[in-house]
Structure formats: C-alpha cells, structure tokens
C-alpha cells in the first residue's frame, strides 16, 4: 500500500510538495494542515481531509509520514509535535527561525530516534552528486577557492502570497542563500569564517534585498558570494539548473566555479577545464575542456522518493536535523557579520 503523507502547509513549496505526492507512487496524500480557507478549498477539490492545526489531524488519523512546509517560525514547533508522536517527517529549510530553536528539533529528533530529513531539496540533485564525485577523485587538484552568485529577481507577488517573508525570519539569505551555504558545505567542506554585507535599500523591507560574502573554509580554501532578489539577472541555481520547470531556464551560464590547482569545474554545467594530465600547471599553458555527463532528475521528486524510503525503515536521511542546523548556523554567522562588521568565526 501506497504510504499516507501530510502536508502542512498549502503555500507555494507545500503546493508543491502536494503535486509530487499525488503523482508518486510510493505514497498518497493523506491531508492539508493549513488554518487558511483556500488551504480548505484545495483539500476539497482533491478530495482529501483537511485540518485546521496538527492537533486536529492527530485527533482524526496518523498519517505515516508528514511533509512540514509552513512558514521558517513554525518548523520547529509542528516538528516537535510530530516527533512526539513518532511520526517521521521531512522539515523544509531552514529547520528552524534560528539555532536555538533548531537545537531544540535536533535533540528531539535524537532522543527518540524519530526520523526526521530536512528538506535541502537539492542536495539530492544528480547535480551535485556528479560535482561532488569529481572534487573527490581530485581532478580540481587541491581546492583554492569557490566564487558563486544567487541573483534573480522576485515579483511582487512573491511577497504578496507571502508577506512573512519580508519580515524577520524571512528574506533571501535565510530562504535561498541557505540553499547555496548546504551545497557549498557538501562540495568543499566546513565553513570556518564568513565576513558579510547587507543592503534593503531597493525593496525597503525589514530584511536585505541584496548581499555579499567571504567565505573562509576550513581547508584553507576561501569564496565568495553575491545574492540578491531584486536584479535582473540569470544566474542563480535555479535559471541556470533547468531542474525546476517553472523557472525560466538559461543554459549558457553557470553561477557557480569551484576553482583547484589543477582545474576548475563549473556548475551547473558541470563543465570542467583543467591542465592536461601530467602537465606542469603555468599560465602560458592552454586549459583542457571536457563535460560530465549527468542525468536530469527533479530533485524535488528525488527528495520524496527518498523521504518515502525513510519513512519505510529503508533508508537514513540524507540531510539529517544536525546537516540542516550546521547551515543554519553559518547564515545566523553571515547575518551577524553583516550586522557587526565584524568577521565571524564558526570553528
């Protein structure tokens, strides 16, 4: 039998969430945990229950699993209570508003051995995977430094659908730079150091609009970053990547190099130049090409499909609670170097 999921929260992600859940087939959608009225109407024109809060859908059923999409300030509370009825969930990034409620979510999750996988969509991307098995097999060489951007414009709408996300708790470097900090994590390792601005001088809203970073890693590599919501441009993950379908897609950029001493890789072309084999490295020395090849997979869907096997005792989360609050962590640093002016320190 197909596992019963919730999903709670019916916004933008949680609609998502939703679609995939209807289209797979390891699991059905067992109800929408949503207070808001369209939440009900949705619920309805797909025949599904619908819940005004958690207590009510416990006090009705017990789904197998639940998907928490709700806005950042309510993860950790909704994830509290499914932890504490032992029902395994997938909980969207960040894990938590900041990391001393995320603490909280983790030693739950630890104590009673609930499975919980926080939702880092795209580190299930066959993406990141190809990238991350070429750094490994040393063909960069040693790494020297990583230089990314984030830049793409949001509507309107955006926040009009959403208006918590102009408010504290929101803003892009808790919901999109956070997604960049996991994948840099998993490409190039701990993150030591960061220094950082900040600017809402555009939208004018309670949280920036526009930053940029320095990354010191623990490796002794260095990076950089610049993100904002409001330019008009492609390079971000999601114009460049062409997972995600409701982007517009740019394929003839990248936002991300990964530079070593022997190579550089591009991402997510996946495109890789690098001294011939046995060469000495100069830079009077041309630069060979050559393309990985890779799948194309929704990492969205790949996320579900692994969350299914979660919930089924097949598999341990890929991106467990401790994974989700070290990201957390290195974005209250970046915040906090931007507010102080100071460099922060994460190890």
């Known amino acids: 039998m197909p596992l019963r999921i919730a999903v709670i929260g019916a916004g933008v992600i949680g609609r998502t969430h939703i679609r995939l859940v209807q289209r797979s087939p390891a699991c059905a959608l067992a109800a929408i945990v949503d207070p808001v009225e369209s ?9 599904v229950p619908h819940y005004r809060d958690i207590a009510a859908l416990l ?26 009825v032992g029902i395994p969930c997938l909980i969207e990034k960040p894990i938590a508003h900041d990391v001393a409620a995320g603490e909280r979510l983790c030693g739950a999750a630890e104590q ?50 959403g208006p918590w996300r ?14 960049e900090i996991a994948s840099m994590r998993a490409l190039t390792g701990e993150i030591a150091a960061v220094q950082a601005f900040t600017s809402n001088k555009i939208r004018g809203h309670a949280v920036e609009d526009t930053a940029s970073f320095s990354l010191q890693f623990a490796s002794g590599a260095l990076g950089s970053f610049v993100l904002s919501d409001t330019a ?47 060469a000495e490295p100069s830079w009077h020395k041309a630069l060979e090409q050559r393309l990985i090849a890779r799948d194309r997979a929704d990492p969205m869907e790949l996320q579900l499909a692994h969350f299914c096997k979660v919930v089924d005792g097949g598999a341990t989360p890929l991106v467990s609670p401790r994974d989700g609050l070290a990201n957390l962590r290195v974005v209250e640093a970046i915040v906090e170097a931007a507010r102080s002016g100071h460099t922060v320190r994460l190890m």
């Open 59 to 84: 006090a009705d059923q017990r789904p197998d699993g639940a998907i928490v999409a709700s806005p950042n300030h309510l993860h950790v509370d909704q994830g509290l209570a499914l932890i504490d």
């Open 112 to 161: 009673t051995g609930v499975p919980v996988l926080i939702g880092h969509h795209r580190l299930h991307s066959p993406i990141i995977a190809e990238a991350t098995q070429a750094i490994a097999s040393g063909a960069l060489g040693r790494i020297v430094a990583i230089a990314g951007s984030a830049l793409f414009y949001k509507p309107a709408a955006y926040f009009a659908a």
């Open 39 to 47: 939440a009900g109407e949705l619920a309805r024109q797909l025949g």
């Open 232 to 278: 008009a441009s492609s390079l971000s993950w999601e114009q460049t990547s062409g997972e995600d379908p409701t982007f517009a897609h740019d394929p003839t950029s990248d936002n991300c190099v990964i530079v070593g001493t022997r190579g550089s890789l591009f991402i997510p072309s996946l495109r890789i130049r690098s001294f011939a084999a046995g």
């Open 166 to 179: 102009s408010q504290p708790g929101g803003g892009p470097i808790l919901i999109n730079m956070i997604h």
